[in-house]
């Protein structure tokens, strides 16, 4: 259980993780960026907040996989929209993409692992609890 007050700089390691516990951490990314958002800082403020915590294969991908202009790309991101009214509207959102990024890199498409997964469970019979241990 972790606890984020917005106001500090969380390390953020996947080293020898499975892709469940990739997938937990990058929730709990995604728990400080709620934290920071309600200490008002800016979108990208949040997501170099997050890289500044990068360790081992977070760090060194943020450094040496990613050139410099898909940094800025990242952290310049936008998110646009058009409401019921046809107005058109955007806002940044730099700590979003950066974990839906990280999520792409090094698992692959969550959504194709969340359809496997429910097909396993599909499948599965058991009469009993027992039988399933």
Known sequence: MNHFDGQSVYTWNIDGK???????????MTMACIAYKSRRLDPRD?????IQGFQGQLKY???NFLSNEEHD???????TWTDDDGMQH???AAPFILIHTITVH?????????????????????PTLSDYR
């Open 73 to 79: 790309k990242i952290l310049d991101c936008q998110r």
């Open 90 to 92: 955007s806002e940044p």
């Open 46 to 50: 949040q997501a170099v907040g997050l």
């Open 18 to 28: 499975s892709e469940h516990e990739i997938l937990n951490t990058l929730q709990e």
């Open 106 to 126: 090094f698992i692959g498409n969550p959504r194709e692992e969340q359809a496997a997964a429910k097909s396993v469970f599909i499948n599965l019979r058991c």
């Open 61 to 63: 991908w943020w450094d």
